[in-house]
């Protein structure tokens, strides 16, 4: 008499089910955590290839051309020399991680991340597969597109697509790599710099078919004004996508202390 009975214990039961719900929550999270880390450092991965093989191919055909003393007209034109092979393999190799890249999933969108790097994509491929009219009209041999379509149609094929090629990439400079909220900080230093590299490739690509509307490159040849402005468009997608990759720190802190008020 006067003891109070104790409180009904707990079902031990219960509390393994309740800690083995939590430990199976917790793996998931980590699983799913993990598995977005993975695609994130994929997409910065793509993204870096892209840009080390845009930095790569002008540089390799510049030097090849200032030390052989064989600097060609275009980048285009070492179709037709011994670096045919880095040409056509860089722009192979450029063409199949811009097929690969999914970038940003938006459903709510038509004009996509995929569906421009796809475009860019096939663009790169019939650049190196249906190349330019051979200097002085004579080929050493055919390539297929170029057997199928003949000089004139092939040359034409390979102007349209290298036009395509640079559209679609500023396009990611000036459109979608801008998407996104909250920019402040470094992030706002990088849009300045895509905007910069955007609008260099259309003034470089713009400035190209000027000069041989009005025959300009023809008066300037020998100072190989096409193939430095093809260079230079190269080298600001390049930039742009290194930047995008997280490739280039140095430079975006360098342009967020330049934009930064003071």
């Known amino acids: ?15 393994g089910t309740a800690s083995w719900g939590e430990t199976m929550q917790d793996g998931a999270s980590r699983a799913r955590q993990a598995a977005q880390n993975d695609l994130v450092l994929s997409f ?13 191919l002008p540089v390799a055909l510049a030097l090849y051309g200032l030390i052989a003393g064989d600097l060609r007209a275009s980048m285009s034109a070492y179709f037709y020399s011994p670096m045919r092979e880095i040409f056509v393999g860089t722009l192979c190799a450029q063409a199949v991680f811009l097929w690969s890249y999914e970038g940003y999933r938006d459903p709510g969108r038509m004009i996509t991340d995929k569906l421009v790097a796809r475009i860019a994509s096939v663009a790169a491929a019939l650049i190196a597969l249906a190349p330019t009219n051979p200097p002085g009209g004579a080929a050493p041999g055919c390539t297929l597109l170029q057997c199928l379509l003949t000089d004139g149609p092939g040359a034409a094929l390979h102007a349209v697509a290298t036009a395509v090629f640079f559209a679609a990439l500023a396009f990611y400079c000036l459109v979608l790599f801008r998407r996104g909220r909250d920019i402040t900080g470094d992030e706002h230093a990088a849009q ?14 713009g400035a ?55």
């Not at 008499?1 to 509390?15: D, I, R």
């Not at 905007?195 to 690509?205: D, E, K, S, V």
């Open 1 to 15: 008499p006067g003891l109070t009975p104790a409180p009904p214990c707990p079902s031990l039961a219960g509390q």
């Open 44 to 56: 910065l991965s793509v993204r870096r290839a892209i840009g080390a093989l845009g930095f790569f």
């Open 192 to 205: 300045v710099i895509y905007r910069l590299c955007g609008w260099t490739i259309i003034a470089a690509i």
């Open 208 to 262: 190209i078919g000027l000069m041989i509307v009005t025959g300009l490159d023809m008066r300037l040849a020998p100072l190989r004004p096409i193939f430095w402005l093809e260079a230079l468009a190269t080298f600001a997608f390049a930039t742009s996508w290194a930047v995008k990759g997280k490739a280039l720190r140095p430079v975006v802190r360098a342009m967020t202390a330049m934009v930064r008020p003071h």
